[in-house]
């Protein structure tokens, strides 16, 4: 039997397909094309609930809550119904464009510095851009003809069109002409950082070497599950990466109109992302990450043309930074590049607290590092009242004896969770106040505080399994930082600078970190916002940057926590207070 379900979005437009019996609302979803946040996907964070405005009776009672909602993830369809989904927002991310100081002269014009003979005016030549393979001649037609190059299909196609006597540009990648101008328009690129739950795409002037602006979503992939494993687990490689490319071809187009450019006159475009979003950005599963001992099917991607895997791009190639391990990836890599910590003397701990907890350890004789399962608290999944970095999420927290003050990311009221930063604030006030004791337990009295849950705002409020929740994230991660001491022969001591970085890493409160735990009680504690892009962005622009993304790839030592002798003790020590 087939039985219609009609997915009603907030602006009233409206969108069906036909599903087999048994088919749950979520598989209709994403079949449909229609986006349902579903982050555990079995019905235990109740965050994919959808509203059935019509046929009730034709679906699970088991999946039924509050009243007409359902669970779109177990929910199973035996009748039509029409479902009205929410309008889920995406991330909220820095605009890091025009970031004289920090981005474009420390970061990217340092780079300009440090490769001369990547920089050169050559006789009939514009100035090269800072990456060596792209460069632009201009040149009479009739002198093309006589000429060596090789012409890519869409180039003879616009050279047909032009007259003899134009005087055009010619895009030269390597030996071959991907495009011809008669009025040159520039060289452009992209960075895109896929991250398990965001990801964000930098528009980059290649020739000036200058970020021009960015955008972010989330990751539509989360419908098949907030973490890496369920996404493994949903075994279709090639549907994660059409539900991911297709997200970038609208972004990059909205991007690109935004700031008066033709996606013809993108040239290049880098890539980072921890080691499962990259196999899916390629439309592989990396189904040996699933099971020990965590082995990606590969480390190196292939340079290719972006239209092979179904980017509108047509003159622009992909390359994507390389990856360290099984759950350390190319993100971790650009982070490093990011941090400048593989040129220092002085020892320092990169920490990358995302869905995934990356962390780094070292300085320029010798780096180790190790990946733990962080994410799903400070992402908001695992906690009950939990939500991304978005509109309306609840990201700081003061209180005292006899009241709880918060902000709301944009100051919306009434809050409609509580993100990563807020989530960290609320258990270090817990400590400060007095609330909780040293094993988490809820012992001291508030008047927000009842029956085990604390109060926020109207229905949103923290409970004793959201502090177990947090427990369990930031022990995972004090104990990959002292596994990692441990390895390398010093102390928390010997380390001279901390840096911060993830998708709320660089948002979070040092101080109230501290106190729960999460990060060690150092004081060179430094943030970087948007780490990972920051690194491919620099690998866009530079060769001899990718040179050095490949040696560290290759030099940086990956600790697997899980088989370590001592990661079982330190992670019990480390849940404490």
Known sequence: MMYNITYIKEDGTKKSIKVKEGTTILEGAIKAGVYIDAPCGTGKCSKCKVLVEKGLENIDKDSIVEDEYALACVAKVYGDISINVPNFQGVVCKDITNEVGELQT?????????????????????????NPDIRINKITTTVLESSNYNLTLDAINKLNSMKLSDEVTLILKGDNVVNVEKDFSGIYGLSIDIGTTSVVVYLVDIS?????????????????????????????????QKTLITELNDSISKLCSKNNIKMDNIYEVSVVGNTAM???????????????????????SPYLPAKELGLNLRNAYIYTLPIIGG??????????????????DDISLLIDIGTNGEIVLGNKE???????????AFEGVSIEHGTNAREGAVCKVKIDENNIY??????????????????????????????????????????NLKE?????????????????????????????????????????????????????GCHIDVE????????????????????AGRGTIMALLSKKIRNEADKLAKNTKYIELSSHDNFESEFISALGF
């Open 366 to 376: 010798k780096l180790l590092t190790c990946s733990c399962a962080a994410g799903p």
């Open 106 to 130: 420390r970061r990217v014009f340092s780079i300009t510095e440090q490769c001369e003979g990547e920089l050169q005016n050559l006789e009939g030549f514009h100035p090269m851009s800072l």
């Open 406 to 447: 918060y902000e709301t990311i944009g100051n919306k009221t009434p809050p409609i969770g509580i993100c990563g930063s807020g989530i960290i604030d609320i258990v270090a006030e817990f400590l400060k106040s007095g609330l909780i004791n040293k094993t988490g337990r809820f012992t001291g009295e508030h008047k």
């Open 327 to 344: 759950y350390v990836g190319a993100d971790t890599v650009g982070a490093i590049l990011s941090s400048e910590m593989h040129k220092k």
């Open 512 to 531: 109230n970190a501290k106190i729960i735990g999460l990060l060690p009680d150092l004081d060179n504690i430094l943030s970087i916002d948007n780490a």
């Open 278 to 300: 990259i196999h899916f950005f390629y439309g592989i599963v990396p189904k040996n990450l699933a099971t020990h001992p965590y082995v990606p099917t590969f480390k190196n």
């Open 208 to 240: 000036k070497g200058i970020v021009l602006d960015n955008i972010s979503f989330l990751n539509p992939q989360r419908q098949f599950g907030a973490d890496v494993v369920s996404r493994i687990a949903y075994n279709d490689g090639i549907l994660l």
């Open 452 to 504: 085990n849950k604390f109060i926020i705002e109207d229905s949103i409020y923290f409970t004793q399994g959201d502090i177990r929740e947090v427990q369990l994230a930031k022990g995972a991660i004090y104990a990959g930082i002292k596994i990692l001491c441990y390895e390398y022969g010093i102390s928390m001591e010997d380390i001279s600078n901390v840096y911060v970085t993830g998708a709320f």
